[in-house]
């Protein structure tokens, strides 16, 4: 089950842009109904001035495809929109054509839980002009958050060094479904656990809950308090030790775990949620410890990140586990991917071959890569990735040998040599409009996450002045896209285009 | 229609964190399901370093709370979760507690779209300590995110003077509901109109879209791409002149634009979604103007914000209207409002008194408000608020007369003389579980946000350096603070608490 299965169908089509639907009518009018497109969803930047991304949101692709239908109440809402300038936005033939019309697309993507890096196309879109304009906006809220999530919480995870993250941000979310994608993408991507109830039945993701102040506070004293949680909850007893002072909760906290103990249960663990928490956990780990409960986790939240993470770790702070909420769920403090849709070939119908396209720009590095595209991934004998190509259509037809050189994306033409059989990148997910198979479970989504980044180059996956992993054009691809860009400026230059 | 309507009612009530339904659990077991209790939702300090916020969400309140029921589904998923140590996480007994369990909840809250300040109670919910605890979550899930983005909206529409500015902020957004919380609170903060066509149909609000890049690439030239769509879209034609190159998109669409006078229609506007914004509409629209076509609108977009906006008419951009995308539905660079929600006051019966209660905490700063508050807001004479006052119940019942002292809420004792008869903000939205009416429609919030930040003095809605407006505790408040705060302190250095 999957975000799109929790909305109507009626949902689906209408989650968009209007444009789509203004520019699916005028491709219709213009006589474009047969006329192909391949489109590429691709981000410039590694999100927060990191080394790489993480793929996510491609599983529910095909749940996306297969339930875009213009239901008859949908229809009738857009029947009812008028132009600004007067009378209906659309045409009643128009509406009748997109009444009951499915998405006859074939969609390649980058694994979920893959990495990915800029202007790789992460997914691919072809078929029908029209049907590729009309998910466009659909896509890239499926993909684009999931993917900044699913990068946050690998670095979060990372900062962690192998002790529990578990996902708070519920509450910081942009309603039900911002929880939902947090909490899938950023198990996906590393978390243990989420405190989402609703992801948790969804999702099978492991639920995690301790108490909040408002516990404490609902007693006559905080001992009163702990005593009844333990009662309670004795076979998942985590203590919030300050909501008024840690050190007598710390004290409160021991009484209560030394009764447990007499009942043959264990407290399992305490979390301080605001203070110091790197002399605060150190303090209490100490009063444990002398107490007779090395047993007793130690559990934090309050705001982390990935940087406060590495820093209490660097202070020595003995923490066993982290609740991280709003600045995972918000991905503070780059809350968007900045991912984009754009066309890199067009034919007139599937029986002829693609023509490349690009678009030019005011700045280069805005100019998009032309053609249908792959990427092929090269490893080192360790299995650990060392470079990608991006080649298209033609040039995979004939699969680079041994060696290839690649050329620097931006115009900068730093040559690689890559060695080894590489491995194509993105995979089949929908086939004319019809799912190629399931998609990963989410646990091997996850686990596919775990291996890549172990196997990338801790210079990549560092959080200051990572290394960029090269990523490049194949030569013959190099050329084609100067020869387009040449032609457009011809072409411009010549006003060609104002008759 | 509302999101939560969206929603299959199983959806709502799981849509919460695991702690919420394990306290629920240890209040049901402790005995205390009579126990009541009330807690405020507040921030603690204005967002991307305002005067004020624009409260959002609210209506939505009464469909969360009357659809908040356990349905079998949701039981037998929680049935089936078992404690980290092993055993079922929840008591059977419990679970047939909750099947069919309905909030028995008081809401009051600020109306949308009115004005909201720090440490101000912008819901008030009363009830059973079970049900209050049950509903933290969806509730902050619901106006944390809204008040955020109608917040940056009401920032982005200020800095548009007066001209149209349409949210376009789907495809960045988390997920379909992210999506709908933007259109509706920026619609609710003054913005026009929406790209997002779910919105419209959902909540009527104006929808809004041009073509895309992809539609000049689809075409052999962009002469040909606009001249179809200038077919297509006669009364609703806006010509983004950035694929290829500006200055060649001007003469082309110049070239329509009299083409289409010759039908005797014409172009309504223009789009520049890249490049030097300001540099380049001017030369649109003098080439415009020299083309004897001042009636074509300027519109522009591309990574736009309140200061960017501000920045382009500093410089004379001739911008007519604007597309906002990426910073309003991610609230750039502030994704996250920091609502919370926190106990004040506490009953064992609904019979009983309230007794007020308070968080201490290592930070002062931190340090919550005791008791059922409510807010008073002080108007001069021509209708502008001038200061606001905390006051508590029993004070509420025998409103203060003329003249009234505010203390300031951080232990700072500035005292504000406020005159007048003052208003009370907050509003009865459910009472004992079912609506108290219907919530204001969106255009009311609208209206009522429009008057609101029409009548704050601009000292406070400027962006820079903003005046604090002065909100404060009323007098006899700010003493029970103290002494709730040295009774808790008195207690704690006794170790009361551990016998």
């Not at 007067?86 to 839980?113: C, I």
């Not at 403090?333 to 002829?352: C, F, I, N, W």
């Not at 196997?455 to 054009?473: C, E, K, M, S, W």
Request: hydrophobic share 40%; with cysteine; proline share 5%.
């Amino acid at each position: 089950m999957s975000l799109t299965d929790r909305t109507k169908p009626t949902d689906v089509s209408l989650n968009t842009d209007l444009y789509e639907i203004t520019m699916a009518q005028g491709f219709w009018e213009s006589g474009l109904v047969d006329y192909q497109a391949t489109f590429n969803v691709f981000f410039r930047e590694n999100p927060f001035d990191g080394g790489y991304a993480v793929a996510c949101g491609m599983g529910q692709i095909p749940d996306l495809v297969e339930n875009f239908v213009f239901e008859d109440e949908d229809i009738d809402y857009l029947a009812s929109l008028d132009a600004p300038g007067g009378g209906p936005m659309f045409k009643r033939d128009f509406l009748e054509y997109l009444r009951g019309h499915h998405l006859d697309l074939t969609v390649h993507a980058v694994r979920e839980g893959d990495i990915v890096f800029p202007r790789e196309p992460m997914v691919r879109v072809q078929g029908p002009l029209i049907d590729c304009q009309l998910i466009e906006t659909a896509l890239l809220n499926l993909v684009n958050f999931q993917t900044l999530v699913a990068t946050k919480t690998a670095r979060v995870v990372k900062a962690a060094e192998g002790h529990p993250v578990s996902d708070f941000g519920l509450r910081r979310a942009q309603g039900p479904d911002g929880g939902l994608a947090v909490a899938r993408a950023s198990y996906i991507a590393g978390a243990s656990s989420t405190s989402n109830v609703l992801a948790g039945k969804i999702y099978g993701i492991p639920v995690f809950g301790t108490h909040a102040h408002s516990w404490v506070m609902a007693f006559p004293t905080e001992l009163e308090a702990f005593r009844a949680f333990a009662k309670s909850s004795p076979k998942n007893c985590v203590l919030l030790l300050d909501t008024y002072d840690v050190h007598q909760g710390i004290k409160n906290a021991i009484v209560v775990a030394k009764e447990m103990e007499q009942r043959g249960e264990r407290l399992a663990a305490i979390r301080i949620d605001s203070g110091d928490l790197a002399k605060l956990t150190k303090e209490t780990r100490k009063a444990f410890d002398d107490a007779g409960l090395p047993y007793v986790k130690i559990s934090a939240s309050n705001d982390l990140d990935e940087y406060t993470i590495q820093s209490l770790y660097a202070q020595g702070a003995p923490i066993d586990s982290f609740g991280v909420g709003t600045k995972l769920a918000t991905c503070d403090p780059q809350p968007s991917l900045g991912g984009v849709y754009k066309l890199s070939a067009t034919r007139k119908s599937a029986d002829e071959p693609w023509r490349p396209t690009m678009k030019l720009s005011e700045m280069s590095y805005k100019r998009t890569i032309p053609g249908v595209q792959h990427v092929l991934r090269y490893y080192d004998a360790n299995d650990c990735p060392v470079g990608d190509m991006i080649i298209v259509d033609d040039v995979a037809a004939s699969t680079p040998g041994d060696v290839a050189y690649v050329e620097d994306i931006l115009d900068a033409y730093t040559t690689y040599e890559l060695k080894g059989t590489p491995r194509e990148l993105l995979h089949c997910y929908v086939k004319d409009g019809v799912r190629n198979g399931e998609p990963d479970t989410i646990e091997q989504a996850r686990e596919r996450c775990h291996n890549a980044i172990m196997h990338l180059d801790p210079a990549i996956t560092r959080f200051l002045n990572p290394q960029v992993y090269p990523v490049g054009l194949e030569s013959g691809l190099v050329r084609l896209r100067h020869d387009l860009a040449a032609a457009e400026r011809k072409q411009s230059s010549r006003g060609g285009d104002s008759e």
